[in-house]
T-cell receptor, first 113, second 113 residues
Framework: GAGVSQSPSNKVTEKGKDVELRCDPI?????LYWYRQSLGQGLEFLIY????????KSGLPSDRFSAERTGGSVSTLTIQRTQQEDSAVYLC???????????FGEGSRLTVL | SQQGEEDPQALSIQEGENATMNCSYK?????LQWYRQNSGRGLVHLIL?????REKHSGRLRVTLDTSKKSSSLLITASRAADTASYFC?????????????FGQGTRLTINP
């Protein structure tokens, strides 16, 4: 596709359930980022992938959060045992190596009841 | 804590007026970027200014960078209703290897017709 694609666009789940959020970056972009944005707030860095290097996981808020990137392309963010405070918009972005401009998807809005 | 902090948090002006938003950051950077986010959408890159640049223009946008004060400003001239959005600055801190792009809390700009 032409841009970064995220799915689902909206997800409502019950507290305690696991959720998976998917990001399909722009073809050829080796860098991939996940951010979290709470209502009316700025972006909170979660994790960064660059090629085959070890990901920077320094922003993951707890061990309930994990992410993987298969084949250097599609990434999945998994939240286990969701809590109400996990409710937010999860944004994915990708970029070319050495280029600092990020291209964002439309986000996945997660609501934990 | 956030690397970038925008000021003001919210700004409301009349169409045709100029809008100025400020961003302050804490550590040495390689470059600073500004992004726009329309309500419910992903972020869109506007402009990047490198640490060795002091001013940059793009259409109706003018960005300044003062590394001695660790601050940047975004000026939108001759504002239009379509400029209504949230604006974020983002920095890559040299101390963290310049990989992680850190965003501020944003300025919500409203252009009144």
């Amino acid at each position: 596709g032409a841009g970064v694609s995220q799915s689902p666009s909206n997800k409502v789940t019950e507290k305690g359930k696991d959720v998976e959020l998917r990001c399909d970056p722009i073809s050829g972009h080796t860098a991939l980022y996940w951010y979290r944005q709470s209502l009316g707030q700025g972006l909170e860095f979660l994790i960064y992938f660059q090629g085959n290097s070890a990901p920077d996981k320094s922003g993951l808020p707890s061990d309930r959060f994990s992410a993987e990137r298969t084949g250097g392309s599609v990434s999945t963010l998994t939240i286990q045992r969701t809590q109400q405070e996990d409710s937010a918009v999860y944004l994915c972005a990708s970029s070319l190596v050495g280029v600092r401009e990020l291209f964002f998807g439309e986000g996945s809005r997660l609501t934990v009841l | 804590s956030q690397q970038g902090e925008e000021d003001p948090q919210a700004l409301s002006i009349q169409e045709g007026e100029n809008a100025t938003m400020n961003c302050s950051y804490k550590t040495s950077i390689n470059n600073l970027q500004w992004y726009r986010q329309n309500s419910g959408r992903g972020l869109v890159h506007l402009i990047l200014i490198r640490s060795n640049e002091r001013e940059k223009h793009s259409g109706r946008l003018r960005v300044t960078l003062d590394t001695s004060k660790k601050s940047s400003s975004l000026l939108i001239t001759a504002s239009r209703a379509a400029d209504t959005a949230s604006y974020f600055c983002a920095t890559d801190a040299i101390e963290t290897g310049a990989q992680k792009l850190v965003f501020g809390q944003g300025t919500r700009l409203t252009i009144n017709p």
